[in-house]
């Protein structure tokens, strides 16, 4: 079944592109209706207009308060006829009156292996650290930042001459290979939220890809 997907952006939108590779492929059955930035420069908003995508920029800054820059975003997205939300790098925090008539029905990617190194710079705080392990998170969203239930995680070596430029670029490669994958699921009506456990139907217990847990699947283990 396709669903009707809408994106959040705030700068290059190099996950928004792997989102758009994966449905221009057919490895992803979704039909973006619209992507939204908050900046005017954000490259997302370019790519998504070479794809023949609808775009929108609402600038954060002009509106004193976050509840009505949501209510904003809330109107354009049910104009879209939008089913689900995906932030891909974006950078605000959303309020309730964004979640709630979107609730359970709004994902989002994070540079790192949650509960760990929430917030910003993830991939520095990780190089920091000295992880031996780093990665990434393909969650839903709630009221608390990167807080919400797990969908997948991928996960990639960290080395000692890391830093947080060549970690997250490691990182960012597995993050354009899950997000497809945790909204093809999503839009297949495989995943299923247990209190904090998210449950994936059908999903194999055998690690697959790069650690990746659920594992991916073709095409996303190529």
Same mark, same amino acid.
């Given at each position: 079944?396709?669903?009707?997907?809408?994106?959040? $952006?705030?700068?290059?939108?190099?996950?928004?592109?792997?989102?758009?590779?994966?449905?221009?492929?057919?490895?992803?059955?979704?039909?973006?209706?619209?992507?939204?930035?908050?900046?005017?420069?954000?490259?997302?908003?370019? &790519?998504?207009?070479?794809?023949?995508?609808? #775009?929108?920029?609402?600038?954060?800054?002009?509106?004193?308060?976050?509840?009505?820059?949501?209510?904003?975003?809330? /109107?354009?997205?049910?104009?879209?006829?939008?089913?689900?939300? !995906?932030?891909?790098?974006?950078?605000?925090?959303?309020?309730?009156?964004?979640? #709630?008539?979107? !609730?359970?029905?709004?994902?989002?990617?994070?540079?790192?292996?949650?509960?760990?190194?929430?917030?910003?710079?993830?991939?520095?705080?990780?190089?920091?650290?000295?992880? &031996?392990?780093?990665?990434?998170?393909?969650?839903? $969203?709630?009221?608390?930042?990167?807080?919400?239930? $797990?969908?997948?995680?991928?996960?990639?070596?960290?080395?000692?001459?890391?830093?947080?430029?060549?970690?997250?670029? &490691?990182?960012?490669?597995?993050?354009?290979?899950?997000?497809? +994958?945790?909204?093809?699921?999503?839009?297949?009506? &495989?995943?299923?939220?247990?209190? /904090? +456990?998210?449950?994936? /139907?059908?999903?194999?217990?055998?690690?697959?890809?790069?650690?990746?847990?659920?594992?991916?699947?073709?095409?996303?283990?190529?």
């Amino acid at each position: 079944m396709t669903i009707a997907l809408g994106v959040l $952006v705030s700068g290059s939108g190099s996950n928004l592109q792997a989102i758009l590779d994966r449905v221009a492929d057919g490895g992803l059955d979704a039909d973006i209706r619209i992507v939204i930035a908050n900046k005017p420069d954000a490259q997302g908003l370019e &790519r998504a207009r070479k794809a023949g995508i609808a #775009t929108a920029c609402v600038r954060h800054d002009e509106f004193p308060e976050r509840a009505t820059f949501d209510g904003e975003l809330v /109107r354009l997205l049910r104009e879209a006829g939008v089913e689900l939300v !995906a932030l891909a790098g974006f950078m605000r925090i959303l309020t309730p009156v964004f979640l #709630t008539p979107f !609730a359970g029905r709004v994902v989002n990617i994070h540079p790192a292996l949650l509960p760990a190194c929430p917030g910003l710079r993830a991939q520095g705080q990780q190089a920091d650290h000295g992880v &031996r392990l780093a990665g990434c998170t393909v969650h839903f $969203v709630d009221e608390q930042m990167d807080h919400g239930p $797990v969908i997948i995680q991928a996960a990639v070596p960290a080395y000692p001459d890391d830093d947080e430029a060549s970690l997250g670029a &490691r990182i960012l490669e597995m993050e354009h290979r899950i997000y497809p +994958q945790a909204l093809h699921w999503i839009a297949q009506g &495989r995943v299923r939220v247990e209190g /904090r +456990q998210v449950v994936v /139907r059908d999903a194999s217990r055998t690690m697959g890809a790069l650690w990746a847990n659920p594992p991916l699947e073709p095409p996303f283990d190529s």
